[in-house]
């Protein structure tokens, strides 16, 4: 049960490394994305940049979501099927513990041997259960995590408006100052 208890904390270990790992990728993804969309509107007046900024950085929050999401539901299933076939292994080594136990003290009653292989079965039992339940919970936390930082790139359309107004306000400037600028800036 000890043994079973630790695969499962390491198998803990490498879920929440693969999905820190997943979340650093799309976060680059992300921001690459956006660079690229800054790249293509240079040409573009300001609200086509602002436009193109916007529109890639929703689908970048929707590929991130997604992937999350996939990456997600693969590690849960992975760790749900290794917690049931280290439950079946633990089990399989309790009864047989026991069974040999009950070799031994061959005396012992029947109600007696039969009691001791239900016991060893619910405490094995028991055992895995809290150890997947540890691991569903840090995988959990890391699902959260990476939704937390799907809404911050939300959060940047916010700060992409309030560069487009300070761009506006100093075209209005530019264009009071010499009529003859050009009607836009260009990025």
């Given at each position: 049960v000890m043994k079973a208890a630790e695969a499962e904390v390491g198998k803990e270990a490498a879920v929440r490394r693969e999905v820190a790992d997943?979340?650093?990728?799309?976060?680059?993804?992300?921001?690459?994305?956006?660079?690229?969309?800054?790249?293509?509107?240079?040409?573009?007046?300001?609200?086509?940049?602002?436009?193109?900024?916007?529109?890639?950085?929703?689908?970048?929050?929707?590929?991130?979501?997604?992937?999350?999401?996939?990456?997600y539901e693969a590690a849960m299933r992975g760790v749900q099927a290794a917690a049931a076939r280290e439950r079946e292994l633990a089990v399989e080594n309790a009864v047989a513990q026991a069974e040999a136990a009950s070799h031994v003290a061959a005396g012992k009653a029947s109600a007696e041997r039969e009691a001791a292989i239900s016991l060893a079965k619910r405490d094995a039992e028991v055992a895995v259960e809290a150890a997947l339940q540890h691991v569903t919970k840090n995988v959990e936390s890391e699902r959260k995590a990476a939704a937390h930082d799907s809404n911050a790139l939300s959060m940047s359309k916010k700060e992409v408006s309030r560069l487009n107004m300070k761009i506006e306000e100093l075209q209005h400037a530019l264009n009071t100052l010499n009529p003859s600028m050009p009607s836009r800036i260009e990025l």
């Open positions: 997943a979340i650093e990728r799309e976060r680059k993804d992300k921001n690459i994305a956006v660079m690229k969309a800054v790249e293509a509107g240079r040409t573009d007046s300001t609200k086509d940049v602002t436009a193109r900024i916007f529109e890639a950085a929703e689908e970048a929050r929707a590929t991130a979501e997604r992937q999350a999401s996939e990456k």
